[in-house]
């Protein structure tokens, strides 16, 4: 009886600690996030109401931290995540994302699409272009809608595009060691079956597909020519450094006839923006911004021609704002497999009662001037046009939008950008 007794006293505490925390959530989230939940059209008040129910069967810690996340996934909020305290041990109740299948995919038009395949995936003659017909016995669309679902349980997303992105990518991964099986369309053939095995291959999404040759490497970013002659520079992050990076990337490119910036799968980072964007105006001249004042050139070697910026639903945060940047203030052309992932925001920490978890949440969009006036935060950065990956291009070791970005430069819409380079005193290489 006093064994009994014991167990039901030590498990009345983490039920206490939850409605607490679960009240004050549901109080605080609703008063310091109200601009996002009216933008986002979420009934916080509901979502509050099925974690404050589900207390009622919470006896353990860990029980007390998955009622907490649940109730931050419906925030729809991509940075938004509850903060264990030092020494309270929980463990992740998601999905085992750890292990990848040496693969990502895309969807283009009706089809799942391989996007990427390399290390396991590879070595069971799975290739880019393929098409996905079944997964785990399902429909490849369905199976990644309820994979974006079962996801989404536990995680946060600002966007239904930014969900699925992250299902493509790292969701297609799973306990090491573990069977993905499916079956593979290459071509007009028939879908073949195929079982690959989990396991060192990352989920992490590296941006563009297929990189033009020869690139070099300066940090994380890379940078070099396309056959056809145009510069390319791929930024994987937006850190402090990356003036200096531009500068180093500008010099070795010189004066090329035209520039594609690839932000595909920019995590962010913290940066000078108007430092960056300088480095896009030629010497001596300004760059007309969308509030009423100009940005002088900055660098050695400031580049002033044409420029197309690529962008995907994996271009997050600081890379929103650093990408949708040159298009808001008219300096560039921007396509996209799809907006960016409208996580980009200012944040806040919310205590709670019990002290064993905290809040990290956004309360205001960044750039609320973007989009004439939406900003980022549960939109992206919508770009000029919305590109898919085609198989045959995938199959041909062609990246779609590399090619497309190519096309454009070399018939540049003027119309829709509103900086001429001639204008500003820069001449095209003869």
Same mark, same amino acid.
């Given at each position: 009886?006093?064994?009994?007794?014991?167990?039901?006293?030590?498990?009345?505490?983490?039920?206490?600690?939850?409605?607490?925390?679960?009240?004050?959530?549901?109080?605080?989230?609703?008063?310091?996030?109200?601009?996002?939940?009216?933008?986002?059209?979420?009934?916080?008040?509901?979502?509050?109401?099925?974690?404050?129910?589900?207390?009622?069967?919470?006896?353990?810690?860990? @029980?007390?931290? @998955?009622?907490?996340?649940?109730?931050?996934?419906?925030?729809?909020?991509?940075?938004?995540?509850?903060?264990?305290?030092?020494?309270?041990?929980?463990?992740?109740?998601?999905?085992?994302? #750890?292990?990848?299948?040496?693969?990502? $995919?895309?969807?283009?038009?009706?089809?799942?699409?391989?996007?990427?395949?390399?290390?396991?995936?590879?070595?069971?003659?799975?290739?880019?272009?393929?098409?996905?017909?079944?997964?785990?016995?399902?429909?490849?669309?369905?199976?990644?809608?309820?994979?974006?679902?079962?996801?989404?349980?536990?995680?946060?997303?600002?966007?239904?595009?930014?969900?699925? $992105?992250?299902?493509?990518?790292?969701?297609?991964?799973?306990?090491?060691?573990?069977?993905?099986?499916?079956?593979?369309?290459?071509?007009?053939?028939?879908?073949?079956?195929?079982?690959?095995?989990?396991?060192?291959?990352?989920?992490? %999404?590296?941006?563009?597909?297929? %990189?033009?040759?020869?690139?070099?490497?300066?940090?994380?970013?890379?940078?070099?020519?396309?056959?056809?002659?145009?510069?390319?520079?791929?930024?994987?992050?937006?850190?402090?450094?990356?003036?200096?990076?531009?500068?180093?990337?500008?010099?070795?490119?010189?004066?090329?006839?035209?520039?594609?910036?690839?932000?595909?799968?920019?995590?962010?980072?913290?940066?000078?923006?108007?430092?960056?964007?300088?480095? $896009?105006?030629?010497?001596?001249?300004?760059?007309?911004?969308?509030?009423?004042?100009?940005?002088?050139?900055?660098?050695?070697?400031?580049?002033?021609?044409?420029?197309?910026?690529?962008?995907?639903?994996?271009?997050?945060?600081?890379? @929103?704002? +650093?990408?949708?940047?040159?298009?808001?203030?008219?300096?560039?052309?921007?396509?996209?497999?799809?907006?960016?992932?409208?996580?980009?925001?200012?944040?806040?920490?919310? =205590?709670?009662?019990?002290?064993? $978890?905290?809040?990290?949440?956004?309360?205001?969009?960044?750039?609320?001037?973007?989009? +004439?006036?939406?900003?980022? @935060?549960?939109?992206?950065?919508?770009?000029?046009?919305?590109?898919?990956?085609?198989?045959?291009?995938?199959?041909?070791?062609?990246?779609?939008?590399?090619?497309?970005?190519?096309?454009?430069?070399?018939?540049?819409? #003027?119309?829709?950008?509103?900086?001429?380079? =001639?204008?500003?005193?820069?001449?095209?290489?003869?």
């Amino acid at each position: 009886m006093i064994v009994l007794m014991l167990a039901g006293l030590a498990s009345a505490g983490p039920k206490k600690d939850c409605k607490k925390d679960v009240q004050v959530a549901t109080k605080e989230v609703k008063r310091q996030c109200k601009l996002l939940l009216r933008l986002k059209k979420i009934k916080w008040a509901k979502v509050g109401a099925a974690a404050n129910k589900q207390t009622a069967k919470v006896k353990t810690v860990q @029980e007390h931290y @998955e009622v907490l996340s649940r109730m931050i996934a419906g925030l729809c909020d991509g940075h938004a995540y509850v903060k264990p305290a030092p020494g309270v041990a929980v463990k992740w109740p998601g999905p085992d994302l #750890k292990s990848g299948p040496g693969l990502y $995919f895309c969807r283009s038009g009706k089809k799942i699409l391989v996007k990427n395949a390399w290390g396991p995936a590879q070595e069971r003659g799975v290739k880019a272009g393929d098409e996905i017909v079944r997964i785990e016995g399902q429909a490849a669309a369905k199976w990644l809608d309820e994979r974006v679902a079962s996801i989404r349980e536990f995680s946060s997303f600002s966007t239904d595009h930014q969900a699925l $992105f992250f299902a493509c990518h790292w969701g297609l991964c799973g306990a090491a060691g573990s069977d993905f099986e499916l079956a593979v369309r290459t071509g007009r053939k028939q879908p073949r079956a195929v079982k690959v095995q989990r396991g060192k291959a990352s989920g992490v %999404p590296s941006g563009p597909v297929f %990189p033009p040759k020869g690139v070099q490497r300066v940090g994380r970013q890379l940078y070099g020519k396309t056959q056809e002659g145009w510069g390319y520079i791929h930024l994987r992050d937006t850190k402090k450094e990356l003036p200096a990076q531009l500068d180093t990337m500008l010099a070795a490119l010189g004066n090329v006839p035209g520039l594609i910036l690839d932000f595909r799968a920019n995590g962010g980072g913290s940066f000078d923006h108007d430092g960056v964007l300088a480095r $896009f105006v030629p010497a001596g001249k300004k760059l007309k911004r969308a509030k009423a004042y100009a940005i002088p050139s900055q660098g050695k070697h400031p580049y002033g021609g044409p420029i197309v910026v690529i962008v995907d639903a994996g271009t997050r945060s600081a890379g @929103e704002t +650093g990408s949708g940047m040159f298009k808001e203030d008219g300096r560039a052309y921007m396509i996209g497999e799809s907006p960016t992932a409208g996580m980009s925001s200012s944040k806040v920490t919310i =205590e709670l009662p019990s002290k064993k $978890f905290s809040l990290y949440v956004s309360v205001r969009s960044n750039k609320s001037r973007f989009q +004439g006036g939406r900003g980022i @935060e549960g939109i992206g950065i919508e770009p000029h046009e919305v590109i898919e990956y085609k198989a045959e291009d995938l199959a041909a070791g062609k990246d779609t939008l590399i090619a497309r970005a190519e096309e454009i430069l070399a018939k540049f819409p #003027k119309g829709k950008v509103p900086y001429r380079p =001639e204008r500003h005193g820069w001449k095209a290489p003869r």
